[in-house]
């Protein structure tokens, strides 16, 4: 008991400072008057003002956003159909072939999924003459055959809590299957949905790997060019970009928990 | 002369040449190797309100979901106004199902949950609604129609799901358990309506239950299910007063069974040897029994009379002592330890007895008429 005094707190203590303290002194040195990025001298939003005056990092930023969004929506809506399927369909052909396909990217290296994404444009570009080039459109696709696991799995196991009686009873009053999907389907599971959606959003913001291996000239995605920046040495304007980048995540993650938790208290 | 008429219309079950409404031909259903349902066969007629009864698990759910077309019979087939339903998806049944777990649409309010038929039916929004209204109001929840389902009680929820269920008044009426939640008063009441509802719109009704007091309110028929079987189907008097084996007199009400052995046949009594009821019993003639083929006899609890004194003119008479009296209101339940050691339940409506009324540890004879013990092969 006496034990438990105190080690609870200093647990607790050494679990934040082990995962904030990196970010809070990214923070702090973001608002650094000084170049030198381990010298503290005043505070300032000066780097803030340079960011803004980098031409390559609002282009950057653009095309990760625009990226971002659109594999998001792709792959909430590739996610949701295989998780429709594998969960309602009962058994078919190649059912277990596809439970394992659409899971593959999240335990797969993401050195491996981005040089099979590489190969299999290169060909297609060969054979069938598109995606000319790389740049968005195949990041994008990238972006989405991995997000869209992620999401298969979340619309999975929400799909799995649902009653499916509840589908039934709309069956059973006269709604066609695909009525059934679009009135009773889709808005139970929506939340998940909602937090599928964030979390496609920010894992294909993050991404650095996959990006680089089907990006092409003029397609640099804002982790490639700050990790292209930073090769060069650390800038301060990187860390206030960072500090950006920190606050759009909190706020979709506390979106998500917001979600969740309506979604739990409505469910009951 | 026209008497007889009237009793064969309204009761078209007793006919056979006549077509029931809803033909069970021979349905099986297995999941993987558990037969959940076992070569059903079952003829239900147009406006019939026949009730499924049976305990946890024997099939009753199955059967009904077959019959609403969410599951496929394994073996066999379903006919409805002699149409095979074997091809036609739930949405295009004349079938309306109420689900034991409610089902209600949890991101629509009562309203719309109870309107949604309607709408998808084609019909406008306000008529719907204005319908909607008029079904809450008959199950008295017209000031909740703008709530969700999770705001509400599990009596209201079954509630919504009844009248969901009833709002398209389709040609079958499929209910599991539809009064389960309900407090004893609210029951009553919507078992009567749904009498009403049974009556006035002529829609067959098929409802699941595992009361049996409630089945004998409702039904017109009842089936009794075992095992994925239907033991027995008849009007609920015949189910309570001939029930047909040992499972459906003791699922029926509260009954004393006793083993017994065919003695002998006298030209107008038949002789039972009963060792429990200490010694024979004398019971109608029954044709189908050999000597000493051993039989189960099944006496109702409210055809034995106790007295003090030993009745002169009744024909089987036990011997035994008050255990224990409980009192009931309307009635009083006894239970007697037979001097054989085997333990009877009797009841006696209250109104019946002058005098001091029978106590605990008295001496008392039981005794019953023959036609009361009731003979059963099974
Ligand atoms: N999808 C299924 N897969 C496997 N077994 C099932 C399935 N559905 C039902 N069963 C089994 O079939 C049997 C009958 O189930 P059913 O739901 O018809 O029972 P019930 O008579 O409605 O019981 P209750 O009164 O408890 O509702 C049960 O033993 C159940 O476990
Ligand atoms: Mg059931």
Redo the contacts with the bound molecule.
């Keep these: 008991m006496t034990g438990r005094g105190w080690v609870l707190p200093m647990a607790v203590v050494f679990g934040f400072v082990f995962l904030y303290a990196p970010i809070i002194s990214l923070v702090v040195f973001s608002f650094n008057e000084s170049r030198l990025v381990t010298v503290w001298g005043g505070f300032s939003t000066r780097w803030y003002g340079e960011l803004l005056r980098d031409r390559q990092i609002l282009n950057a930023a653009w095309v990760s956003l625009k990226v971002a969004f659109w594999s998001a929506n792709l792959a909430v809506i590739v996610g949701t159909l295989g998780a429709f399927v594998l969960v309602r369909m009962g058994r078919f052909f190649g059912r277990l072939l596809l439970t394992g396909m659409i899971t593959a990217p999240l335990v797969m290296p993401e050195v491996i999924t981005g040089l099979s994404l590489l190969l299999l444009f290169v060909s297609m570009e060969l054979t069938l003459g598109w995606p000319a080039g790389r740049g968005l459109t195949t990041i994008i696709i990238a972006h989405t055959t991995f997000c869209a696991a992620f999401v298969a799995v979340i619309a999975q196991s929400r799909l799995r809590d649902m009653d499916e009686s509840l589908e039934e009873a709309a069956r059973d009053l006269g709604a066609g299957p695909v009525r059934v999907f679009f009135d009773i389907t889709l808005p139970v599971i929506t939340p998940a949905l909602v937090s599928g959606w964030l979390l496609a959003f920010t894992l294909s913001l993050d991404d650095l790997v996959i990006a680089s291996f089907v990006s092409g000239p003029g397609a640099s995605t804002l982790p490639m060019v700050i990790f292209s920046k930073v090769r060069l040495g650390v800038s301060p304007d990187v860390n206030a970009l960072a500090t950006i980048i920190i606050g759009i995540v909190t706020i979709a993650v506390l979106i998500v928990g917001w979600m969740l938790r309506k979604q739990a208290r409505a469910g009951r | 002369m026209s008497e007889p008429q009237i009793a064969a219309d309204t009761r078209p079950w007793r006919d056979p040449a006549r077509q029931p409404f809803i033909e069970i031909r021979n349905i099986t259903k297995r999941?993987?190797d558990?037969t959940?349902?076992n070569d059903v066969s079952l003829g239900i007629h147009r406006g019939e309100l026949f009730c499924l009864l049976?305990?946890?698990?024997?099939?009753?759910?199955?059967?009904l979901r077959m019959l609403a077309g969410f599951e496929t019979p394994t073996e066999g087939a379903i006919l409805i106004d002699g149409q095979d339903m074997g091809r036609v998806p739930p949405d295009r049944r004349p079938t309306n199902m109420m689900f034991?777990s409610y089902a209600l649409f949890p991101h629509m309010t009562v309203e719309k949950n109870v309107a949604y038929g309607l709408l998808r039916e084609g019909m406008s929004r306000r008529e719907a609604y204005a319908r909607a209204a008029e079904m809450l109001k008959m199950v008295k929840l017209e000031s909740f129609g703008r709530r969700k389902p999770h705001q509400l009680s599990g009596g209201q929820r079954q509630r919504v799901a009844l009248a969901r269920a009833l709002i398209k008044q389709p040609k079958v009426l499929l209910l599991?358990?539809p009064l389960g939640a309900l407090d004893k008063k609210l029951r009553e009441e919507t078992q009567f309506e749904l009498i009403r509802i049974q009556e006035t719109l002529g829609v067959t009704f098929i409802v699941?239950t595992?009361d049996q007091d409630e089945a004998m309110t409702l039904a017109t028929r009842i089936g009794v299910?075992r095992d994925?079987v239907i033991e027995q189907v008849g009007e609920p008097r015949e189910i309570y007063e001939n029930p047909k084996s040992r499972f459906v007199a003791d699922f029926i009400g509260s009954v004393n069974l006793f083993e017994a052995t065919v003695e002998a046949a006298a030209p107008d009594m038949m002789r039972l040897a009963c060792p429990d009821a200490g010694g024979a019993v004398l019971v109608p003639p029954q044709t189908g029994l050999t000597r000493g083929q051993t039989v189960w006899g099944a006496l109702r609890p409210e055809r034995i009379t106790l007295s003090r004194d030993r009745p002169d003119s009744a024909r089987n008479v036990l011997r035994g002592t008050v255990e224990d009296v409980g009192y009931v209101g309307h009635m009083s339940t006894f239970r007697v330890v037979l001097d054989t050691g085997r333990m009877i339940r009797v009841t006696e409506p209250n109104n019946l007895r002058e005098g001091k009324p029978i106590s605990w540890d008295e001496r008392v004879w039981a005794s019953f008429r023959p036609e009361a013990f009731k003979v059963l092969t099974e």
């Design positions: 999941f993987g558990f959940a349902v049976g305990g946890s698990g024997c099939g009753k759910s199955t059967l034991q599991d358990e699941v595992h299910m994925g």
